[in-house]
């Protein structure tokens, strides 16, 4: 079946201005990760979300960042108000419950 | 907290060479063990994984066993191509948590 999609697959934007990064998952699996690829930072988990339960959001760096899940199904990962440093590959993947982790092929942000 | 530590790359092999890329973990629990691999251009993929102690994980004739006692993981190949040029993650996860904590990342270059 299909893979986990994000969109777009490169963004370029202004110091300052609001971004909106995509990511469908696996159909059927109720687990949605959010991770962030940086030259400095290496990997690093932001959100996790499961079924209906509240996210786990201790990963996110700063109150710029939020993240939605609509339906369980589609998420939205917000940044409000780009800085330079968040400039780095934003990586979704998605799980059965307890199960592997399958990646998308991730956004590329990079902030001018 | 946990943590991954992966030998520093790059690693340059000719072909047809036997191929180990170290990983250690520290966890606070009972980890799975992964191993990612990223091909240029393209995203994370899963190669293998190990849920208990003992556990050999094996993919595309590279292995990996889970040791318990010197909290390792590492990958080998016996004889590695030029396609198998890529980033490769050794990564854990700790039941109960969710998120995968990563390695730095290993960059492997096998020329002909």
């Known amino acids: 079946g299909a893979g986990v999609s994000q969109s777009p697959s490169n963004k370029v934007t202004e110091k300052g201005k609001d971004v909106e990064l995509r990511c469908d998952p696996i159909?059927?699996?109720?687990?949605l990760y959010w991770y962030r690829q940086s030259l400095g930072q290496g990997l690093e988990f932001l959100i996790y979300?499961?079924?209906?339960?509240?996210?786990?959001k201790s990963g996110l760096p700063s109150d710029r960042f939020s993240a939605e899940r609509t339906g369980g199904s589609v998420s939205t990962l917000t940044i409000q108000r780009t800085q330079q440093e968040d400039s780095a590959v934003y990586l979704c993947?998605?799980?059965?419950?307890?199960?592997?982790?399958?990646f998308g092929p991730g956004t590329r942000l990079l902030v001018l | 907290g946990d943590s991954v530590t992966q030998m520093e790359g790059p690693v340059t092999l000719s072909e047809e060479a036997f191929l180990t890329i170290n990983c250690t973990y520290t966890?606070?629990?009972?980890?799975?063990l992964f191993w990612y691999v990223q091909y240029p251009g393209e995203g994370l993929q899963l190669l293998l994984k190990?849920?208990?102690?003992?556990d050999k994980g094996s993919n595309k004739g590279f292995e990996a066993t889970y040791r318990k006692e010197t909290t390792s993981f590492h990958l080998e190949k016996g004889s590695v191509q030029v396609s198998d040029s890529a980033v490769y993650f050794c990564?854990?996860?700790?039941?109960?948590?969710?998120?995968?904590?990563f390695g730095t990342g290993t960059r492997l270059l096998v020329s002909p």
């Open positions: 993947a998605s799980s059965a419950q307890g199960e592997t982790q399958y």
């Open positions: 159909s059927g699996h109720t687990a």
């Open positions: 979300f499961q079924g209906n339960s509240a996210p786990d």
């Open positions: 966890a606070t629990g009972y980890p799975s």
């Open positions: 190990a849920t208990k102690a003992d």
């Open positions: 990564a854990l996860i700790v039941i109960g948590f969710q998120k995968l904590v």
